[in-house]
């Protein structure tokens, strides 16, 4: 079995943890559909130390993105780097710089929660009280000493993530590559594995990207990069995307869509109610005629969701492809 690269301490190049300059990535013709594009000249940079989010409903592209960021995939044009080293002419040693967490859990669920952690210090090359050290190291900075123990197994879902996480900090990799990792996990489970990713985070200056389609992880981060299509429609910090917006948000009870129209707003439907988007004087003109319509509402900020909107007039639910 090839050994992986280990990185104690990356101190090799200067910058950018992660550069992409116009990636493209397609799959050729299938029986069930044809040519696919799944990046088209996709270019952003994540400086180091930062958490990045790539936002963007299933199709997008984020996936595969960062597949070819983990040398798992490889572009059909363009060029990566991460941490200074090439993803195609220097993947061994852009392997060992990054720590991978995927929505299927790369663990063995009929070994324990030890014995995981233990068989990947081998593969990092740790051998002996190192590899024990490191291993106790990382169950104790994940909380995972009560359960160190069982099998993976037999853990509820957000406990194996967090398993998962430690796996891939093991080796104290300066950059993490999460895609969807929370996905399939209750909002308690959901809010431990995020709360373990940013105490790491916090303690060692990881540099994190993190796809996802939950505008409320997205907040978390730093930098919130908005893909459709295998494109980058918007970037920028959460705070300022909304504020870039330049429109409120008025939310109202059942399906009035009609009355939001009316006003000249953007209108979808959200749950059980329809929310329109505009700017200050429209969302106004709806407020007035909604309360001579005896209908109750709410007007607010506009969320990430409604900036994914505005960019590409779709919403953030699960969509197909990669």
């Known amino acids: 079995m090839q050994r992986l690269r280990r990185c104690d301490a990356m101190t090799e190049g200067h910058g950018n943890a992660i550069e992409v300059e116009a990636l493209r990535r397609i799959y050729p013709n299938t029986k069930r559909q044809g040519e696919r594009v799944a990046l088209d000249g996709v270019s952003l940079s994540c400086a180091r130390g930062t958490w990045v989010a790539l936002l963007g409903p299933n199709g997008s592209g984020k996936s595969t993105l960062l597949r070819i960021l983990s040398t798992l995939d490889r572009a059909d044009g363009g060029s990566a780097r991460v941490m200074g080293f090439d993803v195609v002419r220097e993947a061994r040693r852009v392997r060992g710089v990054i720590g991978m967490v995927f929505q ?62 430690a796996r891939a900090c093991l080796g104290g990799a300066p950059v993490l590559l999460l895609d969807e990792p929370s996905a399939g996990l209750d909002v308690a489970a959901r809010e431990g594995f995020l709360g ?22 997205a907040e978390r981060a730093d930098v919130v990069v908005m893909m459709c299509e295998g494109k980058i429609v918007a970037s920028g910090a959460p705070g300022a995307l909304r504020d870039a917006l330049g429109e409120r948000v008025v939310e109202c009870e059942g399906t009035r869509a009609e009355v939001l129209e009316q006003a000249g ?32 509402f709410r007007v607010q900020p506009p969320t990430l969701e409604d900036v994914y909107r505005a960019q590409t007039g779709r919403t953030l639910g699960a969509g197909s492809g990669t």
């Open 104 to 165: 299927s859990a790369g663990l063995d669920r009929l070994l324990t929660v030890r014995e995981n952690l233990l068989a990947q210090a081998g593969l990092l090359g740790m051998r002996g009280a190192e590899s024990r050290g490191k291993v106790e190291g990382v169950i104790g900075r994940f909380g995972l000493e009560e359960r160190a123990g069982e099998r993976v197994g037999t853990l509820s879902g957000g406990l194996a993530r967090r398993v998962d996480l």
């Open 196 to 217: 373990a990713l940013t105490q790491e985070r916090a303690e060692r200056e990881t540099t994190i990207l993190h796809s996802t389609h939950d505008m409320a992880e």
């Open 265 to 296: 707003l953007a209108v979808a439907l959200r749950g059980g109610s329809a929310v329109g988007t505009g700017d200050p004087e429209r969302v106004e003109r709806a407020a007035g005629m909604l309360v001579r319509a005896g209908v109750s």
